[in-house]
């Protein structure tokens, strides 16, 4: 009896298909690199090492937020509550220091307990509950959120502020708080260097121990982790832990750049956290979520953001280019990838 087999569908000549697989592995670097010479010969104060730093600064909340977010989508979900837990470290920070008139320390030690607790809660939903994801976070988000506002009684805290029973608050952010994003080491700011220092620990976390390489596999089928003896539901309420800790510390950073409990603020890390995270998948052609990816996405927003700001285009155009980024990031992550896996 002969046996036909059924043909492979033809994708294209393998020429085509060598080419595809180059755009879907280097196409995000040429493109963030194409931007950076674009911006660097048309403005050419784009080219001095403080702008470069300067960038790296601007992005390093959203970034660090994003590997938060990054751990999550690696197990198959995403948290939605990471801006929101920034800004709630934000108001706790301002809180311990300028009305409970704490130390740096004390403040930085409340903020990441709140951060944990709030990973926890994260978790339980999750795990426990059996919420989906998104909805268990979104949810988180908007509790959080108005947590905030409550806590804070709806009005930023600020040094010498009047407190409702008519008091003036005793104090006031130390110089230790605000240098972990106003100081420097060797000329490179600390929240560079908090950023670059979580991007490797992480990296090491997901890429080179069991822990990450279970969380992946939990991300591809957590039916089969569970069948070769993974206790999943702790490792993914691990992933939403770390990534509320990880927004904590982004918060911490955040309040360190402006200096006040600033009610508004972290609301717009989410999307930034997120589409560094998504941005990221892209790198190299993985189509998967990844440390490094993240960690350039974030850099790729932050030049494309610092390039327009310097450029003088109006701040409201940012968001349709950053936009329009992603898309071309995702295009290239999925659909290619998908067509040289056919």
Known sequence: MTVIE???????????????????KYGFLVVTAGLFAYFSISEPTFRSGSTLLDVLRYVSVAAILG?????????????????????????VAAQTMVVHNQIGVIAV??????????????????VLLRVPDMLATLGTMFAISGLKLV???????????????GSTAPGKFTSGFLSIDRGSVLGVPNSV???????????????????????????????????AGVRVGRYRGLAY??????????GLILAARIGQGDVSAGNSQLLEAVAVALVGTSVLGRGRPNVWGTAL???????????????????????????????????????????RRS
């Open 109 to 126: 030690l409340a903020v990441l307990g709140v951060g944990a607790l709030a990973g926890l809660v994260n978790a339980v939903l999750v």
């Open 193 to 227: 260097l908090i950023f670059a220092v979580l991007t490797l620990a992480a990296w090491v976390f997901l890429a080179r121990t069991r822990w990450g390489r279970v969380l992946y596999a939990i991300g591809a089928n957590r039916e089969a982790a569970r069948l």
């Open 241 to 250: 832990v770390l990534s509320a800790l990880l927004a904590a510390t982004g």
């Open 297 to 339: 996405g974030a850099v790729l927003i932050g030049i494309v953001s610092s390039g327009l700001t310097i450029a003088g285009l109006p701040y409201y155009t940012q968001d349709v280019v950053e936009g329009v980024v992603l898309i071309l990031a995702l295009v290239c992550s999925f659909t290619l990838s998908e067509g």
């Open 151 to 165: 806590m804070v009684d709806g009005q930023s805290i600020s040094p010498g502020m009047t407190l409702p029973d």
């Open 67 to 91: 590997l938060g977010v990054t751990l999550t989508m690696a197990v198959g979900g995403l948290d939605m509550s990471v801006g929101a837990v920034a800004g709630l470290a934000v108001s």
């Open 6 to 24: 059924e043909a492979a569908p033809v994708t294209g000549t393998p020429r085509v298909r060598r080419a595809g697989d180059l755009v879907v």
